[in-house]
Antibody, heavy 116, light 110 residues
């Protein structure tokens, strides 16, 4: 059964770059889209973007200028980088598999706080 | 403001049924499949319905989904206290070229 696990720093300083990794286990990373979603405290879900196993990407227009998502198939990992962070980027960040129009597998989430 | 519109909250008594609506437009719900997610307190979202009305294995048949035009509905019958959660609809928006979620509905079973 496929499982996803997010990892990365829980605290990032304002203006710096947030970096997270999602490790995929139990299945191949190929032939799927892999997404990042975030949820600010007490608020709803916001899609950040996805990467296909080939490396092609698509991003939320509101975040596009600050987001990079990449995949490393040899390590069965994909990663998120969000630059120039502010307090508004404080959230729980989830990775998820986007398969045939549905997000069918989610990681447990990791909380990132932006603060000096 | 979310592209997909859901009621912020709903409540119903145990054993009753509830319908959670998700309203969109021709570029999202009107032309793409809708999925629904349940988020129990303090946990990650979990897929409840996909392709408008299909249930993943393990989801009971008292959970149902439907779509008509640019709106979708999640139905839950025989409500249990364990159904208290936030529920989100989601779909692809062909105009934005982006995945979009509804703002979420907090369901209270009391």
């Amino acid at each position: 059964q496929v499982q996803l696990q997010e990892s990365g720093p829980g605290l990032v300083k304002p203006s710096e770059t947030l970096s997270l990794t999602c490790t995929v286990s139990g299945d191949s990373i190929t032939f799927y889209y892999w997404s990042w979603i975030r949820q600010p405290p007490g608020k709803g879900l916001e899609w950040i973007g996805y990467v296909y196993s080939s490396g092609s990407t698509n991003f939320n227009p509101s975040l596009k200028s600050r987001v990079t998502i990449s995949v490393d198939t040899s390590k069965t990992q994909f990663s998120l980088k969000l630059s120039s962070v502010t307090a508004a980027d404080t959230a729980t960040y989830y990775c998820a598999r986007l398969a045939f129009g549905k997000m069918d597998v989610w990681g447990k989430g990791t909380t990132v706080t932006v603060s000096s | 403001q979310s592209v997909l519109t859901q009621p912020p909250s709903l409540s119903a008594a145990p054993g009753q049924k509830v319908a959670i609506s998700c309203s969109g437009s021709s570029s999202n719900i009107g032309s793409n499949f809708v999925s629904w997610y349940q988020q129990l307190p303090g946990t990650a979202p979990n897929l409840l319905i996909y392709d408008n009305n299909k249930r993943p294995s393990g989801i009971p048949d008292r959970i149902s989904g439907s779509k008509s035009g640019t709106s979708a509905t999640l139905g839950i019958t025989g409500l249990q206290t364990g159904d208290e959660a936030d529920y989100y609809c989601g779909t692809w928006d062909s105009s934005l070229s982006a995945w979009v979620f509804g703002g979420g509905t907090k369901l209270t079973v009391l």
